[in-house]
Every structure is written in structure tokens, then in C-alpha cells.
């Protein structure tokens, strides 16, 4: 019944996307997070449902050209561009150049990024940017809510897992992906009109929380507290939401079980946990290889026994795990670029975040009293920046480093950037905040999706 419905759906969604293209980024973005073909156990499990869509939004995007908007040209898309080309140059000199797992994984990414580039010259506007994000919200959140609230039922006793077969198929990965939504959640409370959209997005939230803390991820808990941290400064009242957000947060803390106190207070004392050691150890043998190929790195899929074999340290109690593939995952966002794609690969994709905090403060700035943007662009903007302060914490013990996640976020600055410069640039008038709602904008780019 589940594969049906899903075929249903997904085919339901066809002429709408050739109607509209902008559809089709939001199918794919929701095909791509949710991995909805994960819950079925049919004939739907196997299709080719990310292809057909994609397939369809690039045959509308050649149909339409009124929704096909410039491509937006800025410090972040060129970054991106730049790590993308990068990233291709690396495979070509990967140690294992031939290796089908190499390109594998380089046109895997090459999608994802390729989609991301096709949704920045689709969305424009207010309404197009807030449905994107409760797509990204609702198709990863599901799995918060869900987990959530199977924390409340077990008391926090069981671990909470993502969708099989995903890139959040784990406890780690998932909990950091929740995080980096839970700001995306805050912006939707804050801009929603309808009462009961709030309170479900309130709830949805909580139980997001306790989802990260039942997924007894410590790098998780690092980055939720890193969060509470900005999202409590960013807020209009700094010291009151600070307190509010220290309270909740320790409320909820204190509703988990002592098993749960008892594997996070391992932070502290990280050279007698096995798990943080290993990872240490991989760390080691990333920069190493690194330090030997300081361009190119290893290439996609550095975690494979050719690069071990060269540049893990020799002696110590790791040695023998690594020879049985125990100990090859890059677990840190930053060391998986640095030993797949050298020192140029980290630096852009470092560079890239930190454009992207940077931009969406100016944008925030530039619009704090504007008569159409004001009323979103400054609550959306510091939100994006807390959440990719939970990405850089949390992905700092995770290898989520292609994960789509983020590189949406990102490209939701650029895409902000684009629709008030392409507004400008087109000359159209800015009413006063008492006007109508329909008239504040002659594009409704100034409209809340609701309207």
C-alpha cells in the first residue's frame, strides 16, 4: 500500500512540475532529505524517483523560461562553484583515480550540487524561499517528530536512528541534521499567523529536542547547546531568551536517564573512550595524507585500506582495527575534506560557511528597517547563521560533508541576496508598513507564504 502511494504521489506531482519548475526543486529537495522510497518495502523501494523528477524540472525549466530567473552571482555561488570544480579536479589525481567508488561518489555529489543550482534560479521571493524551508523542515523533521516522541514514551532509554540507507541513516547524523533544522523551526513560530500552525510548530520543535537527545549523539549535544547559545543572542531580548532557552534546554536534559548523563559526560574525559580515540587516530591519518598531497588529497572515499596502508601511524592499540575496515570513516566534516580533497578543498568549504554568516548578517543589517523585507529577511537571516553554527559543531565529528542539508542553507543567503538586488534592480516601489498587505509588493516577493 505504502509503494502505491508513494508512485501515486510522486507521478501525481509530474504535470504540476512541468508546469511549474520550482516544484520540482522542492519534489527533489523533499526526495533527497526524507528518502521516502526508505519506508517502503515494494516495488517503489527501487525507482528511480529522484531521476524522473529531476528529469521533469530541467524539461520545465527549458518550457518556462518567465520562472527561469539569472542564475545569482555572488561570493557564496562562485565558492561553490570553485569547490565543485575542485572536487572534480581531486578525482581526476585520487589515488585510485579508476575506482568506481571515486566516481561514484563524484557524480553523486555532482547531482546534488547540480539540483541546488537549479533551485537558487527558481526561487525568488518570500513565498518560494518559506516553502522550500518547510520542505527541508517537514522532510527531515518527520523523523524528529517521530523520535521525539518515542523519547517521551521510553523515558530516553532507546536510541533514536534516521531513515535506512539515507545519509542520515545514523544516531549522529540524524541528531545534527534536527539540529541544524530546530533555527528553521524558530523562524516558521515567529513569521506564522495561524494560531494552530504555531502551536504545532511549538510542538514540533519539542519534540525535535528531545529526538536529538534521545539520539545520544555527544557531538549533537554540542552543537544544540552551541545553538541554544546564538539563538538566545540573536533574539530581540538576549539575556531573557538566553535564560528561557538555558532552562528548557536543562529541563529536558533532566528528563533523560543517567545512561544518557553517563555517555555525554565521556566528552570530558575522551582519551578513555574507545570511539573518540579511534577517531582520533583516523584524524591523524587524514592529515597525514594530507601533509603528503597537500592539493589533491586522497580523493573521494578516502576512508579505503590503500590510504591507510600509507598514512595511518604505525603502532598503537588502532593498528590492527583499521586493517579490518573498523576505522575509515573520517567522522569530522573537516578532516573528510582535508584528506578527500587537500587543503584548497578544506579552505573552500571553511570559506564558504563563513561567506554565508557573513552575507546573511549584512542582509539582516540592510533590511532591519525596510518597509518590505523588515517584517522577515532580519528573522530569517541570524537563523540561517545558528544553523550553521550547528552544522560547524556537530559536523565536526561527523563525515557529513556532502550531506544537501547545509549547502541548501547556504544557498537560501544567495538566493535572499538575489531577490532584493533583482528588486532593486527592476525599480519596484516599497510602500509604507500601514499599507495593505497585497500592495506592499507589485511581486508578492514581500508576502509571507500564507498570504
Known sequence: MRDIVLTLVVMGLLPFIL?????????????????????????????P?????????????????????????????????????????????????????????????????????????????????????WVMTLSIGFYGFKGGF???????????????????????????ALAMLVPMMVYLIRVSTGKWVRRLLILG????????????SRGALLALVAMGFFLGIKGKHPVRSSVLIGVLLATAIAFMPDSWTQRMDTI?????????????YTWKT?????????LVGAGFHAD?????????????????????????????????????HGFPGVGLFI??????????????????????YGSWVPQLAPMIQVSLVGYAVGGAFLSLGYFDLPYYIVALVSVLRATIREDKSAGLPATPRGAPRGLIHPSNRGQPSGS
Open 304 to 340: 579505503n585500506l590503500d590510504v591507510f596502508n600509507r598514512y595511518a601511524p604505525r603502532g598503537g592499540e588502532f593498528e590492527h582495527m583499521y586493517q579490518e575496515g573498523m576505522l575509515r570513516v573520517a567522522h569530522s566534516i573537516y578532516f573528510q575534506m582535508l584528506g578527500e
Open 268 to 280: 570530558q574525559e575522551y582519551q578513555a573512550d574507545g570511539s573518540a580515540m579511534q577517531r582520533i
Open 150 to 176: 518515542w523519547t517521551l514514551v521510553t523515558g530516553g532509554s532507546v536510541r533514536i536512528w534516521g531513515p535506512a540507507g539515507g545519509m542520515i541513516e545514523g544516531n549522529n547524523e540524524l541528531a545534527v
Open 286 to 294: 587524514l592529515w597525514n595524507c594530507a601533509l603528503d598531497r597537500p
Open 49 to 133: 524517483f529522484s531521476q524522473v523528477v529531476a528529469i521533469a524540472t530541467l524539461l520545465s525549466l527549458l518550457m518556462n523560461k518567465k520562472d527561469r530567473k539569472p542564475f545569482p552571482v555572488d561570493a557564496i555561488s562562485i565558492t561553490l562553484l570553485l569547490l565543485m570544480v575542485w572536487m572534480s579536479v581531486t578525482s581526476f589525481f585520487a589515488i585510485n583515480p579508476k575506482s568506481d567508488m571515486v566516481l561514484d561518489r563524484w557524480i553523486f555529489v555532482l547531482k546534488i550540487q547540480f539540483m541546488i543550482w537549479v533551485t537558487m534560479m527558481l526561487v525568488r521571493g518570500r513565498k518560494d524561499i518559506e516553502r522550500l524551508i
Open 351 to 372: 570559506l564558504l560557511g563563513l561567506l554565508a554568516w557573513r552575507m546573511a548578517g549584512q542582509l539582516a543589517k540592510e533590511t532591519k528597517d525596510h518597509p518590505v
Open 19 to 47: 508546469r511549474s519548475p520550482v516544484i520540482g526543486a522542492y519534489a527533489w529537495a523533499w526526495l533527497g532529505m526524507m528518502n521516502p522510497n526508505r519506508a517502503v518495502f515494494g516495488f517503489a523501494r527501487s525507482l
Open 205 to 216: 520543535t519539542v519534540l525535535m529536542t528531545f529526538s536529538i537527545l534521545g539520539s545520544q
